[in-house]
């Protein structure tokens, strides 16, 4: 079977790139299993400190999910993208997303997840689901509201626009701007640096941050409420015309059934 993922070692720093250019580096569950698999072997690596992940070229980090690879219906517990960003968060290693380009829907989840993100001057990223009529997740949502704040989430949502490194700078969801020609070194020397911290010391801050911000659980009648929603929404019409109008290249027409 084909790999759409590839893997190298650079001094102390796993460099992992989504490669499947012709359709825009869009990611599979079998690529997101694949990437899984390489970051859980890389934890008892003492020589590999940090973790970086990239799209192939410079012009598109990842396009998102790749819905015509969908084979079965995901929840918020067994969703490939949900079980990515948690292996990425779960991590001993420092995860750095160097976004060479566009980054879309899934592809800047798993960007939010990881614990730096470089975005290229170049760079437009955008969440489609308002536009699809499509649901999101919940986990999802908290990765977003987790890192770049409430308002900002409903902005990036609820508008489904295009938005630049600028505005990825203001909201806190760029940590650094990088020439496009330089992204991927400079991502390079950012991990080098890292890498001579103490590793237990980084490992320990990392997962005590990260489990902060996950103590925001979502209580038992509040998770009924927002599974109807989305139930409502994938038995919906808007649910089948939002899909059939992306395929067709077309703007929907949504009637609110």
């Not at 987790?146 to 990825?168: E, M, P, Q, R, Y």
């Not at 998770?223 to 929404?233: M, S, T, Y």
């Amino acid at each position: 079977m084909e790999s759409f993922v590839k893997f190298e070692i650079i001094n102390s720093i796993s460099l992992i790139t989504i490669d499947n250019p012709n359709k825009k580096n869009a990611v599979s569950p079998d690529m997101i299993e694949e990437m899984i698999k390489h970051i859980k072997s890389l934890e008892d690596n003492k020589s590999i400190r940090t973790i970086i992940i990239k799209g192939e070229g410079n012009k598109v980090f990842s396009s998102g999910y790749d819905i015509s690879s969908i084979k079965e219906d995901y929840n918020d517990q067994n969703h490939p993208l949900i079980r990515m960003t948690k292996c990425i968060k779960d991590s001993g290693k420092i995860v750095v997303a160097a976004i060479n380009g566009h980054a879309f829907g899934g592809g800047l989840e798993i960007a939010i997840s990881c614990d730096f993100r470089f975005f290229s001057k170049n760079s437009i990223f955008c969440v489609p689901p308002a536009k699809l009529g499509i649901p999101y997740s919940y986990n999802g949502l908290k990765n977003f509201i987790n890192c770049v704040g409430l308002s900002n989430t409903k902005n990036i949502f609820l508008t489904a626009d295009k938005f630049n490194s600028d505005d990825a700078l203001s909201m806190g969801l760029a940590n650094f701007v990088s020439e496009s020609e330089k992204i991927i070194d400079d991502a390079i020397n950012f991990c080098e640096r890292i890498s001579q911290n103490a590793p237990l010391s980084l490992e320990v801050i990392k997962k005590s941050i990260n489990s902060f911000q996950e103590s925001q659980p979502l209580d038992d009648k509040n998770k009924l409420v927002i599974e109807d929603l989305i139930k409502n929404i994938q038995d919906s019409k808007d649910f089948v015309e939002g899909r059939k109008a992306f395929e067709e290249k077309r703007t929907p027409k949504y009637e609110g059934s």
